[in-house]
C-alpha cells in the first residue's frame, strides 16, 4: 500500500474501488436495496495528508489535481465532505478533537460510481487512528464507516489489506477474495454523472416485481482466473442507462469501436474494460485517448 507515516504527518492513497459484479435485490423495509458485489480497489485514486498541529482547529485543502482525468469544480460545502464527516465522526467516537491540517488531493471524478468522497472517508478513519495511535481495530471502524455510505467500509477493509472481496447486506458485510494475481483494466470517465438515488428508483421501476439476489454468481466471478473480460455484471447498468441516456450511447459506441465488452461500475457513470496485460490496458487507453472525447486511465487492482 502507499502509505508513509511519521510521528506527524502521514500520506495515504483513497484508491477508486470497482464492482467487478453488483447484483441488487428488491428494497428492504428501510427503502435500502440489500446487494451481493465483487468489489475491487485500484491503483487509481485521490491522496490524503494528514499531519498533527498544535493549533486550536482542524483545516481542510480539497481540490481536484492539476492532472485530474476529469478536474472538477469542488461543488459541495466543507461540511457535506464525506472525509470531514468521517474526522467529525471519528473524533466525537474518541471523544478527542483529532486537530489535523488535511490536504485532500482528488483525481477520482464525483458520481462516477468508483466510489470516490466513500475512499476519501475510509481513508480519513484509518489514517487518524494511526496518526493518533487510537488502536481501533476494523471491527470498530466498520460501524463507523456504514454510517458515512454504502461503500465505505469495503474501502476500510481494502486499506487494511482487503483491496478485493464479497460485500453483501448494504455493504457492511465484507469477506475477502483474495486474487493471485492484480487484474488490469481501463477506466472510461465521461463528462457527465449518474446520481445513486435516482439510478436504485429506476431499478425498482424495471424490477417492480422479478429482483432477486444472485449471491452465488456474485461468489463465483474471483474464483476464474484470469477473469474473463466479458464475465463482470452489474444490475444497475441498465437503470443507470435509464436516468443517463447519454451512458447508453457511450457504451454502444465504444463496443462498436473497441469489439470490447464495456461495463458499469456502482451506479454510473464510469465504464470500464478488462485488459489481458498493464500493456493491454495502456494501449486501449491510448486508442481512446486518440478517438473519443472521453478520459480512459489504465489502471490495476491492488494487491494484496
Ligand atoms: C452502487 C454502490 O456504489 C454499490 O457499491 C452503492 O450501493 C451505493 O453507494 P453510495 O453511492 O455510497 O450510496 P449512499 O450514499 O449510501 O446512498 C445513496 C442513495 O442510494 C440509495 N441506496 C443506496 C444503497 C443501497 N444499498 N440501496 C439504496 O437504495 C438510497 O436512496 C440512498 O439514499
Ligand atoms: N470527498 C468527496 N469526494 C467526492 N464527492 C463527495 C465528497 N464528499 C462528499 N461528496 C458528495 O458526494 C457526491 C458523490 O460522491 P462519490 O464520488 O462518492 O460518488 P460515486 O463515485 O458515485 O459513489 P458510489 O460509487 O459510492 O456510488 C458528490 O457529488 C458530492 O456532492
Known amino acids: 500500500m502507499t502509505s508513509h507515516a511519521t510521528a506527524t504527518e502521514l500520506v495515504r492513497h483513497c484508491p477508486a474501488k470497482v464492482n467487478l459484479a453488483l447484483s441488487v435485490g428488491p428494497p428492504r423495509a428501510d427503502r435500502l436495496h440489500p446487494i451481493a458485489s ?15 498541529t498544535n493549533q486550536p482547529d482542524s483545516t481542510w485543502r480539497i481540490a481536484f489535481a492539476d492532472d485530474a482525468p476529469v478536474p472538477q469544480p469542488i461543488d459541495w460545502p466543507l461540511e457535506r465532505d ?36 466513500s475512499s476519501d472517508a475510509a481513508a480519513t478513519l484509518v489514517g487518524l487512528n494511526d496518526l493518533f495511535n487510537l488502536n481501533l481495530t476494523a471491527n470498530d471502524l466498520t460501524p463507523l464507516a456504514a454510517t458515512l455510505g454504502s461503500d465505505v467500509a ?59 439476489l444472485r449471491s452465488n454468481d456474485v461468489q463465483a466471478l474471483p474464483t476464474q482466473h484470469p477473469l474473463p473480460p466479458d464475465a463482470p455484471f452489474n444490475d444497475l447498468a441498465a437503470p443507470a442507462c435509464q436516468v443517463q441516456p447519454q ?17 458499469v461500475t456502482g451506479s454510473g457513470a464510469a465504464m470500464f474494460i478488462i485488459a489481458h496485460t498493464p500493456t493491454h490496458a495502456r494501449d486501449l487507453a491510448a486508442t481512446l485517448t486518440r478517438s473519443t472525447p472521453l478520459a480512459p486511465v489504465a489502471t490495476q487492482t491492488l494487491p494484496q
Open 154 to 212: 469495503f474501502l476500510v477493509a481494502a486499506m487494511l489489506g482487503s483491496p478485493s472481496a464479497i460485500v453483501t447486506g448494504v455493504g457492511e458485510h465484507i469477506t475477502p477474495a483474495p486474487q493471485p494475481a492484480p487484474i488490469d483494466l481501463v477506466l472510461i470517465l465521461p463528462p457527465f454523472t449518474c446520481p445513486t438515488g435516482p439510478v436504485y428508483a429506476a431499478f425498482d421501476e424495471q424490477h417492480p416485481h422479478d429482483a432477486a
Open 247 to 263: 451512458l447508453a450511447e457511450a457504451i454502444a459506441n465504444l463496443t462498436d469501436m473497441l469489439d470490447q465488452p464495456v461495463h
Open 38 to 52: 465483487w468489489m475491487v480497489a485500484l491503483t487509481f485514486g485521490d491522496q490524503l495528508t494528514l499531519r498533527r
Open 82 to 117: 464525506l472525509a470531514y464527516r468521517a474526522h467529525r465522526l471519528l473524533a466525537d467516537h474518541v471523544g478527542q478533537p483529532l486537530t489535523v491540517d488535511a490536504d485532500l488531493c482528488k483525481r477520482i471524478p464525483a458520481g462516477a460510481g468508483l466510489g470516490g468522497g
